[in-house]
């Protein structure tokens, strides 16, 4: 399956600061997703990235897919609390297979 | 809402027993999902499924077999369970609409072999 490589595994942040996390492969992705699982929960879906160079914003939190449709990132401005938990990037295939990352997790120091 | 159910949120089994889990999504779905997530190695993928009686197995199937005779529900089966199966496991389904869509999650089970 189509392999993702997530950086960093782990990122403590102090509240109010910014971090990015990064979702890597070896090959062009058709696309990715998001999600995000907080502590003791499920996955959840955050968002979905097709086109290259495609950005995206929620909020605080700004997606980024690489021209090169190989890369991905998150970034997150002025951290809080409820940004707790681990992120996951997930490319799909034709038929919507989802694999996973090792995920970044995030703490959050107030 | 979406929902994705699991038949169990906690199990605890003993070493070479047959274990079933179950997930029901009502949506109506194409594809279907297990995974099981253990700390540091995010989720891996054990089955997919894109259809009814279809499936694909995912990057660790070794050990386990899956059942998918109704669109809506998914099982996953552990043929002699192991100690090393012990895991979180988690179910999720999505609409096939060709790429990428959406996944839901059911609130996975925690399974202990003894």
């Known amino acids: 399956g189509q392999q993702v490589m997530q950086i960093p595994q782990y990122q403590h942040v102090q509240e109010g600061e910014d971090f990015t996390t990064y979702c890597n492969s070896s090959t062009t992705l058709s696309n990715i997703q998001w999600y995000k699982q907080r502590p003791g929960g499920h996955p959840v879906f955050l968002i979905q990235?097709?086109?290259?160079?495609e950005v995206k914003k929620q909020k605080r939190l700004t997606f980024q897919f690489g021209e090169a449709k190989k890369n991905s990132s998150l970034h997150i401005t002025a951290t809080q609390t409820t940004d707790v938990g681990t992120y996951f990037c997930a490319p799909t295939d034709s038929w919507g297979k989802l694999q996973f990352g090792a995920g970044t997790q995030v703490v959050v120091t107030p | 809402d979406v929902k994705v159910t699991q038949s169990s949120r906690y199990l605890v089994k003993r070493t070479g027993e047959k274990v079933f889990l179950e997930c029901v999504q009502d949506m109506d779905h194409e594809n279907m999902f297990w995974y099981r997530q253990d700390p540091g190695l995010g989720l891996r993928l054990i089955y997919f499924?894109?259809?009814?009686?279809?499936?694909e197995k995912g990057d660790i199937p070794e050990g386990y077999s899956v059942s998918r005779e109704k669109k809506e529900r998914f099982s996953l089966i552990l043929e002699s369970a192991s100690t090393n199966q012990t895991s979180m496991y988690l179910c999720?389904?999505?609409?096939?609409?060709?790429?990428?869509?959406?996944?839901?999650f059911g609130q996975g089970t925690r399974l202990t072999v003894v």
């Open positions: 999720a389904s999505s609409f096939s609409q060709g790429m990428g869509t959406e996944a839901f």
């Open positions: 990235l097709v086109k290259s160079g």
């Open positions: 499924s894109y259809d009814v009686k279809m499936k």
